[in-house]
Structures are given as structure tokens and as C-alpha cells.
């Protein structure tokens, strides 16, 4: 079982930097990949990015791709999503799954992931 927080967002203008944040309470963070999604009205669960451990791999999506940066620091079981150069279409309600790597699907799919945390907003203004 992993309980997922996400934390971090908030307002920010066009062009602006934010940094969301992932928090699980698991008792081996390790064992599970953990991938970022968004939704808005219009688009439910767009795949944004994940990453895995062992090896430390991670994805990303052709639309953020370049300007977002997913990262993980296993001894506080938090994984980051770095938003750079934010686009007023980037607004959304960010929010993380969980995957467990025993399941063996490949990184890049959405497929699998659960234990969805409650969200955060993030809004970006002109």
C-alpha cells in the first residue's frame, strides 16, 4: 500500500519556473516508479512524466519534454516535477500515481499506475 501528497503548486506567470512535489508513505519507496499526470475540464489523465529506480530511468512527454524535470529523493520518498518556461496551457491540476515495479511495465506507459494522491493546482497566468 502507498499513500500519495502532493504538494507545491500554486500561481505563476507565463515563462515562470514551479517546482511540485510527490510524497509517498510506504515502507520501501524504492520498489515503486512514480509517474506525474494532469487534468483539466477539456483532458483527463494526460501522462506528463516518470521515473524508476534501479536503474534511474525517466520519461517524459513530447509536451513537456525539455522544460520539465522529474526527479526523486529516496530518503524523504518525495519525487519532483521542475516546471520551467510555463505556458499558459500548462494549467492544470498536477497530481501523482504510483506503480509497482514488479509489475514490469515499461516506463513510458501509462498503464498501471494507482494510489492516486488528491492533486495540486497549478495555474498559469499572462
Known amino acids: 500500500q502507498v499513500h500519495l501528497v502532493e504538494a507545491g503548486g500554486g500561481l505563476v506567470q507565463a515563462g515562470g519556473s514551479l517546482r511540485v512535489s510527490c510524497t509517498a508513505s510506504t515502507r520501501v519507496f524504492t520498489n515503486y516508479e512514480i509517474g506525474w499526470f494532469r487534468r483539466t475540464p477539456g483532458k483527463e489523465g494526460e501522462f506528463l512524466a516518470a521515473i524508476s529506480w534501479r536503474p534511474e530511468v525517466s520519461y517524459y512527454s513530447d509536451s513537456v519534454k525539455d522544460r520539465f524535470t522529474i526527479s526523486r529523493d529516496n530518503a524523504k520518498n518525495t519525487v519532483y516535477l521542475q516546471m520551467n518556461s510555463l505556458k499558459l496551457e500548462d494549467t492544470a491540476i498536477y497530481y501523482c500515481?504510483?506503480?509497482?515495479?514488479?509489475?514490469?511495465?515499461?516506463?513510458?506507459?501509462?498503464?498501471?499506475?494507482?494510489?492516486w494522491g488528491q492533486g495540486t493546482q497549478v495555474t498559469v497566468f499572462s
Open positions: 500515481g504510483a506503480r509497482g515495479v514488479w509489475m514490469g511495465i515499461a516506463l513510458e506507459t501509462p498503464q498501471g499506475f494507482g494510489s
